[in-house]
């Protein structure tokens, strides 16, 4: 998810100070619009001049964060394995990391949308209860009413990122040749003469896959519900204090090779503030209380977050 373009390098964030970074911005041009005649009382204030108003700015805050990992090894290892466990480690690292960052970010946009973005959201998951049918799964009408969440925005989402369970429906869907607007199949081609089974554009939205798009829980027994996220390309911007330090070392006395991996790092959604304590953990990010909305309209932050159900899902434990 994080490798999908969401996320783009925003200079404004590389080698700053201290445990927030603040984002000054200007808000939506708004003026009141005067009118002119040839009278010498013209204008709002009646003076027969413009009067002059004021364009505010505010601002924002992002949080960053620290976060790394040691390991060690000790030298009977390699004899009686055959193997170097920390070549093993470095081999795994940036996958490993990948996947640590993509947790904090889907933790962060849990937050957002419990407060700061909360208008953003859809969810078409069938209630409590019911039935999963056509109507709760990922379709264009469903894609459609999501994006125009932005109003006249809609047009700048372009990534459509969803679970897996929600892509094996869209790739079965797209095996099938002819489909009517109700979602009942006419005329199927059962995969005949379909040259690739993986779905690249949706709904005009390049789809991103990664399984650690959450899940919704409801009643036990329920269907479950999976978060699919639409967004404009950069809409998370990133930047780090510095950069990414591995270091490796000999402990003598216990006979160890030591290894640590820190990394510092901002992931800053423009037009929201961050407003917990310093150096937040997941559970942090996550608070919704912690998110405010800095830009005057949440349609002006393309990201739009909706829940569905997936014939290929599963059932609420």
């Known amino acids: 998810m994080i490798q999908s373009g969401l996320i783009a390098t925003d200079s404004r964030l590389n080698g700053v100070t201290g445990v927030l970074v603040e984002l000054p911005f200007f808000d939506s041009l708004d003026y009141i619009e005067e009118n002119v005649d040839s009278s010498a009382t013209w204008g709002t204030g009646g003076a ?72 953003n959201v859809l969810n078409v998951a069938v209630a409590s209860g019911g039935t999963a049918s056509g109507e709760n799964y990922l379709n264009a009408q469903n894609v459609t009413a999501a994006k125009y969440l932005l109003g006249e925005n809609a047009s700048d989402v372009s990534v459509l990122v969803v679970h897996p369970s929600v892509a094996a429906d869209m790739e079965a869907r797209g095996m099938l040749v002819f489909q009517n607007s109700g979602g ?58 510095f950069p990414l330090s591995i270091k490796q070392s000999d402990d003598i006395l216990s006979l160890q090779d030591v290894m640590s991996v820190t990394y510092n ?21 996550a608070n919704a209380s912690n998110w405010s909305l800095a830009y005057g309209s949440t349609q002006s932050v393309p990201l739009v977050q909706m829940i569905v159900n997936t014939p290929y899902g599963g059932k609420v434990a």
Do not use: W
């Not at 379909?194 to 554009?201: A, D, F, K, L």
């Not at 399984?211 to 829980?217: A, Y």
């Not at 790092?265 to 990010?285: A, C, K, M, Q």
């Open 184 to 241: 009942t199949v006419e005329y199927a081609s059962n995969g005949v003469g379909i040259t690739s089974t993986q779905v690249g554009y949706f709904a005009g939205l390049r789809v991103v896959i990664d399984s650690q798009v959450p899940t919704v829980s409801g009643t036990s027994g329920d269907d479950l519900g999976y978060t699919c996220y639409l967004a404009a390309p950069g809409v998370i911007r990133t930047g780090s204090q």
């Open 48 to 119: 027969g001049r413009y009067q002059t108003q004021k364009h505010s700015a505010s601002t924002q805050y992002g949080t960053i964060v620290t976060r790394g990992a040691a390991f060690a090894a000790d030298m009977l290892h390699q004899y009686e394995t055959g193997e170097d466990a920390l070549q093993n480690v470095s081999a795994q690292l940036s996958r490993k990391m990948n996947k640590d960052i993509t947790a904090k970010v889907i933790s962060q946009l849990t937050g957002l949308f419990g407060t700061a973005l909360a208008p």
């Open 265 to 285: 790092r901002i992931d800053h959604v423009l037009g929201t503030s961050f407003s917990g304590t310093p150096h937040p953990e997941n559970s942090d990010l």
